[in-house]
Antibody, heavy 131, light 110 residues
Framework: QITLKESGPTLVKPTQTLTLTCTFS??????????VGWIRQPPGKALEWLAL???????RYSPSLKSRLTITKDTSKNQVVLTMTNMDPVDTATYYC???????????????????????WGQGTLVTVSS | EIVLTQSPGTLSLSPGERATLSCRAS???????LAWYQQKPGQAPRLLIY???SRATGIPDRFSGSGSGTDFTLTISRLEPEDFAVYYC???????????FGQGTKVEIK
């Protein structure tokens, strides 16, 4: 069974750097095709993808937030860390980490496709940005 | 950057009715990279559909997905009380590699 759990501060001040940790079990980030992503959701609003790190340390970032984000992994600890600099009240949101596995793709019509979705997700952690 | 627009914003229906949710992309999307999620209040999203039409493990067959190109649909054949929630579509774009979500459709009890 795959589980993920986010941890970090619940309150940060404007201009500070946010550091969130995703601790997971049930899979290994050293397995080819596996990744962990971060997605956030402001209160009452839609989901926004932030970043993803793959087993081979390949990293992907949202173009609109790339300059503020860093994603790293510690395979031995089964953890992924997301840092976001220069926090602003608009960054107030629930932050989720989620499992991603290209190996869980499927075949249709004679072609096979890698998995490019997120499943499952952690419970999320609410981060409020306020002075 | 591909934008996903979901409609309607809110769908008011009664249990037992059929729900049809739309997800429209600003440019053509590979159906293999289109997914749907369900989110209930206070919970994390749950994967329902991947590859536009394949149900995730454990998802009841009253949920179905269809579509191609720029127009995709999630259909719930007969709404159960536990289906009232917010639904998001998501696409993966490879150039550059990014994941995009729609703004969501809320299915509420009429």
């Amino acid at each position: 069974q795959i589980t993920l759990k986010e941890s970090g501060p619940t309150l940060v001040k404007p201009t500070q750097t946010l550091t969130l940790t995703c601790t997971f079990s049930g899979f290994s980030l050293s397995t080819s095709g596996v990744g962990v992503g971060w997605i956030r959701q402001p209160p009452g609003k839609a989901l926004e993808w932030l970043a993803l790190i793959y087993w081979n340390d390949d990293k992907r970032y949202s173009p609109s937030l790339k300059s503020r984000l860093t994603i790293t992994k510690d395979t031995s600890k089964n953890q992924v860390v997301l840092t976001m600099t220069n926090m602003d009240p608009v960054d107030t949101a629930t932050y989720y980490c989620a499992h991603h596995d290209q190996n869980l793709g499927y075949c249709s019509g004679g072609s096979c496709y890698p998995g490019n979705w997120f499943d499952p997700w952690g419970q999320g952690t609410l981060v409020t940005v306020s002075s | 950057e591909i934008v996903l627009t979901q409609s309607p914003g809110t769908l008011s229906l009664s249990p037992g009715e059929r729900a049809t949710l739309s997800c429209r992309a600003s440019q053509s999307v590979s159906s293999s990279y289109l997914a749907w999620y369900q989110q209930k209040p206070g919970q994390a999203p749950r994967l329902l559909i991947y590859g536009a039409s394949s149900r995730a493990t454990g998802i009841p067959d009253r949920f179905s997905g269809s579509g191609s190109g720029t127009d995709f649909t999630l259909t719930i054949s007969r709404l159960e009380p536990e289906d009232f929630a917010v639904y998001y579509c998501q696409q993966y774009g490879s150039s550059p590699p990014t994941w995009t979500f729609g703004q969501g459709t809320k299915v509420e009890i009429k």
